[in-house]
């Protein structure tokens, strides 16, 4: 049982940086697996980074290894996603989420924040 929602989504130019932000309440975020995922028009859902329930652990697509940051703070229940150097095909509807699973997958959330647009422009 958590609540979840996104903040920071825009509109950005080519090459730019965005910082998506995660604001949890109910449950204590240390409980769950947090993961950032995206959805483009027409195409399925997937994950772009995951992290472990202490941080320590974390995973990347690979079309987004080296650019993009995923991290959290437990104490502040939040999580954030850093993205820099963005690419047009970045371009998607975010969402954070929250999982019992030791590793979040498109298909073990409890939870799900209600996204937040990210458009990058060329």
């Known amino acids: 049982q958590v609540q979840l929602v996104e903040s920071g989504g825009g509109l950005v130019q080519a090459g730019g940086s965005l910082r998506l932000s995660c604001a949890a309440s109910?449950?204590?975020?240390?409980?769950?697996?947090m993961g950032w995922f995206r959805q483009a028009p027409g195409k399925e859902r997937e994950r772009v980074a995951g992290i472990s329930r202490d941080g320590g652990s974390t995973y990347y697509s690979d079309s987004v290894k080296g650019r993009f940051t995923i991290s959290r703070d437990n104490a502040k229940n939040m999580v954030y996603l850093q993205m820099n150097s963005l690419k047009p095909e970045d371009s998607a509807v975010y969402y954070c989420?929250?999982?019992?699973?030791?590793?979040?997958?498109?298909?073990?959330?409890?939870?799900w924040g209600q996204g937040t647009q990210v458009t990058v422009s060329s």
């Open positions: 109910g449950r204590t975020l240390s409980t769950y697996s």
């Open positions: 989420a929250a999982s019992t699973a030791v590793v979040i997958t498109t298909k073990s959330p409890n939870s």
